[in-house]
């Protein structure tokens, strides 16, 4: 499992404002660019229609998009603990005869203060390092999408 956490200038709750509204994925998660959230939604057990690229580039910055082919893939949302964490994979496919790997993600939410909230984001899919770069991706993007006016 590749792993990085982040601490963001947010509450808790601003953090996970934003996690609740599944289009927001594509938003910040490396590949994902649009995302198709079945009746149930941000919920244990929902399945979602994503739209990914085959191959992200992570070191892509927040304001490019990610180039490449687009492979449909599904999301299963396996666990969400409402403020604490939500586990979600991304159900590997085929595509033109290429494999779009499975992915499993767990996203945990912390206080750090009342303005700041640590994220660790975990991956299991392609290896160790690249699992790690894919985290710190996500986080980077997510950095600069959920910041709030800090208090010094």
Same mark, same amino acid.
Do not use: C, K
């Given at each position: 499992?590749?792993?990085?956490?982040?601490?963001?200038?947010?509450?808790?709750?601003?953090?996970?404002?934003?996690?609740?509204?599944?289009?927001?994925?594509?938003?910040?998660?490396?590949?994902?660019?649009?995302?198709?959230?079945?009746?149930?939604?941000?919920?244990?057990?929902?399945?979602?229609?994503?739209?990914?690229?085959?191959?992200?580039?992570?070191? =892509?910055? &927040?304001? *490019? /998009?990610? $180039?490449?082919?687009?492979?449909?893939? %599904? !999301?299963?949302?396996?666990? @969400?603990?409402?403020?604490?964490?939500?586990?979600?994979?991304?159900?590997?496919?085929?595509?033109?005869?290429? =494999?779009? &790997?499975? *992915? /499993?993600? $767990?996203?945990?939410?912390?206080?750090? %203060? !009342?303005?700041?909230?640590? @994220?660790?984001?975990?991956?299991?899919?392609?290896?160790?390092?690249?699992?790690?770069?894919?985290?710190?991706?996500?986080?980077?993007?997510?950095?600069?999408?959920?910041?709030?006016?800090?208090?010094?």
């Amino acid at each position: 499992m590749g792993e990085a956490a982040r601490e963001l200038l947010a509450s808790r709750e601003d953090v996970w404002a934003y996690f609740v509204e599944p289009r927001h994925l594509s938003d910040w998660w490396p590949g994902i660019r649009t995302v198709e959230p079945d009746r149930r939604g941000f919920a244990q057990g929902a399945r979602w229609r994503v739209m990914a690229v085959e191959e992200p580039n992570f070191s =892509l910055l &927040p304001t *490019r /998009r990610d $180039r490449g082919s687009l492979v449909e893939q %599904t !999301l299963v949302v396996h666990e @969400v603990a409402p403020y604490e964490f939500w586990a979600w994979e991304l159900v590997g496919t085929v595509s033109r005869g290429r =494999l779009a &790997p499975s *992915r /499993r993600v $767990r996203v945990a939410v912390s206080v750090v %203060t !009342l303005d700041q909230t640590r @994220v660790t984001v975990g991956v299991t899919g392609r290896g160790n390092a690249r699992d790690r770069r894919l985290a710190e991706a996500a986080l980077d993007r997510l950095y600069d999408l959920v910041q709030t006016t800090a208090t010094s």
